[in-house]
């Protein structure tokens, strides 16, 4: 079974960075795309950025945080990052790590099969 935690999270001011980490253990060989998913309060959940880990580490971001998000991955640690630069105050809310089986870019929050819990980021301004 697939576990998922994230870290990372924390309160920082607006134009501000923080990186987030995504641990994944367990059987992963059924999963070929992680990602981050973005839900602000009273809002849905939406894919903020994915990477395709069976091989290419095709990339995809919402068009709302390109050129300020990158995900990326470390295939050893199974751990992929989420460094997020020039924070906005409509990119706070929770983050949650996901796991799934697609065929390109964001998939839908429906078709990802595996969730952590998430990592809280508040920002001020």
């Known amino acids: 079974q697939v576990q998922l935690v994230e870290s990372g999270g924390g309160s920082v001011q607006d134009g501000g960075s923080l990186r987030l980490s995504c641990a994944a253990s367990g059987y992963l060989d059924s999963t070929n795309v992680m990602g981050w998913y973005h839900q602000a309060p009273g809002k849905e959940r939406g894919g903020v950025a994915v990477i395709y880990t069976g091989g290419g580490g095709a990339t995809y971001y919402a068009y709302s945080v390109k050129g300020r998000f990158t995900i990326s991955e470390d295939s050893g640690e199974n751990t992929v990052y989420l460094q997020m630069n020039n924070l906005k105050p409509e990119d706070a809310g929770m983050y949650c790590c996901?796991?799934?089986?697609?065929?390109?870019?964001?998939?839908?929050?429906?078709?990802?099969?595996?969730w952590g819990k998430g990592t809280l980021v508040t920002i001020s301004s």
């Open positions: 996901a796991a799934g089986f697609y065929e390109h870019g964001i998939p839908p929050a429906s078709s990802m099969d595996v």
